[in-house]
Structure formats: structure tokens, C-alpha cells
């Protein structure tokens, strides 16, 4: 099973984890990417986060996640992939993005989350722009 959403509202785990009960598999695993509000930069200065806000080209990103996620699905071993990422505005301390899986074996699940997440981020057509206290902005993509 597999289920990709792109979504405008808060995403809640206790919404989406009984997409990946499956009676043979022993590992359900999940990841859940917030808002933070401290933000350091590259050259080490901190800043302080107001909010996030995602946009996507929609058709696009939602057929690569479905591929991410066949791949994830058969490198693996998963029983279920769920991947959920929210578009708009994203206050401090809500998820941005919901990632789950399922396997026989706990490896399987958990190694298959980073995997998925860093070929989201690099992959996958989806913006973030950053607003921090100051008001100033940046958009940020690997």
C-alpha cells in the first residue's frame, strides 16, 4: 500500500498511521518534520523563525513521490509508504512533512526513512520559503 498527499491542512500522525498496519509486519516507523524556531545558517548565525511556507508543483511533485515511494517500497522490503507534505503556511512547532513505513524487520523501516526524506528534499518539486522575526524571508531548496 501506498498513499502521497499533498495537503493544506495540519497534519496529525494519529490521522494517517493506521495506513500502514499490516498483521505480517513486526516494524512501523514514522518521521515528522516541524517547524523549528531557531535556524542556523551556514555561516553559524542563528535566526529566529516566524513561520514556513511550501509551495509545489503539484502534478509533478505528487508523481514523484509515488515513484520515491515504489522505490522505497521494493529497495526495502516495506509493506507501506505513506507520505504527506503540507503546502501554505506552516507555524512553529506543526509538521511539514509526514513520512511512515512498514516492514517485517525494524532495519528495513528504519533505514528506508532517511533514504526517502533526502531524495524528497533533493528530488521532489517543493519550495520552502522561510519568514524569520525580522520579517525578512528566503526560499530555501537544496
Known sequence: MIDIRL????????????????????AHAWFAGVTRRKTTTKAGRVRITQTLHYQAHESMALVQLQQLAEEAKRTYSLAAVVIVHRLGEV????????????????????AALPWIMDRLKADVPIWKRETFADDSTEWIHP
Open 7 to 26: 495537503v493544506q491542512t495540519p497534519i496529525e500522525l494519529s490521522d494517517w498511521s493506521s495506513k500502514i498496519d499490516d498483521p505480517d509486519t513486526g
Open 91 to 110: 507555524p512553529l512547532g506543526q509538521a511539514s512533512v509526514l513520512v511512515g513505513c512498514s516492514s517485517a524487520h525494524r532495519r528495513d523501516a528504519f
